[in-house]
């Protein structure tokens, strides 16, 4: 079952071996709240002082997910997040490996003052293509709903971000993400929130990413609640085959008002970009 930890004040976690998210997939009904979307293996709410570090391995298993998303026809309804801070302050975590997430492998939602650094993010691209070519055109029938996507491009299952954020004053440095993504996305908050009014204050420095959508900023459509992104850094980014880039999504709407001001991109280094190295568009 999910693990919901709330009102956690200065605990340190380490993992030094391997934690595994159960192969059984009804553990993880989706109760998640609307204002969170999505259940997460793993949550902390309402908590100050949490960090967790170590040298061990923190796997999603997430090719059992993902295969039972495309032969079965589950559509992602019941793909968990592997972690996310929620209401929570002063995070810092290091260290550990995290793997092969049934969705995204990190939130933090509503949240300031947090520090990640100095550890891997990584889906597999040889098991991905093994799977694709396993189950060949179902593969290919879900593909068409995203559109004209090679096979010969790792993208299955998708929905599979390494870091998205909702949250203020966050800061990220020297990671590694592989995932077939989007890398680090900020997200918007808005004046619904109780910490985070607008997702801001983000700097990612030091960053190494292969085959990733990119250093991403969005969606953001408008909302009645004003949607926000602002004071945003990316420095010393190295992508090596990025599906994008550099990639801004901005979404229509006809209702309530929005912004993405105050982006920097400095020193950012593409080798042999897949698709685009820029976009800017919904």
């Not at 090719?63 to 995070?91: A, K, T, Y």
């Not at 060949?136 to 491009?153: P, Q, R, T």
């Not at 700097?203 to 190494?208: G, L, N, S, T, V």
Request: proline share 6%.
């Amino acid at each position: 079952m999910p693990v919901f930890l709330t009102q956690m004040k200065n605990i340190e976690f380490t993992i030094d071996g391997t934690l595994y998210v159960s192969e059984h997939w009804k553990d993880y009904p989706d109760t998640a709240p609307v204002r969170l979307s999505k259940t997460a293996v793993l949550t902390f709410s309402e908590s100050d002082g949490i960090v967790i570090n170590g040298n061990g391995t923190y796997d999603g298993r997430g090719f059992m997910w993902w295969v039972r998303d495309i032969v079965q026809g589950q559509d992602e309804c019941c793909r968990p997040h592997m972690m996310m801070f929620d209401l929570s302050r002063n995070i810092d975590m290091s260290g550990v490996f995290v793997t092969n997430g049934p969705r995204y492998h990190i939130v933090l939602h509503d949240s300031e003052e947090i520090y990640l650094h100095d550890f891997d993010i990584y889906v597999d691209v040889f098991g991905q293509l093994s799977l694709q070519k396993f189950f060949g055109g179902i593969v290919a029938k879900s593909f068409a709903k995203y559109g004209d996507l090679s096979l010969e491009i790792p993208m299955f299952p998708l929905n599979t971000d390494a870091i998205d954020t909702f949250a203020r004053n966050v800061t990220f440095r020297r990671m590694k993400i592989t995932n077939f993504d989007d890398a680090i996305v900020p997200k918007p908050s808005n004046r619904g929130n109780k910490i985070s009014k607008c997702t801001e204050n983000i700097w990612a420095e030091d960053i190494q990413s292969t085959f990733t959508l990119g250093m991403t900023l969005g969606s953001v459509p408008p909302n009645e609640n004003y949607a926000c992104i602002r004071n945003v850094t990316y420095k010393n980014i190295q992508m090596d085959y990025p599906i994008k880039g550099i990639y801004i999504k901005p979404n229509p709407g006809h209702h309530g008002n929005g912004v993405i001001e105050n982006i920097l991109y400095e020193n950012v280094v593409m080798n042999t970009p897949i698709w685009w190295a820029i976009w800017i568009g919904p």
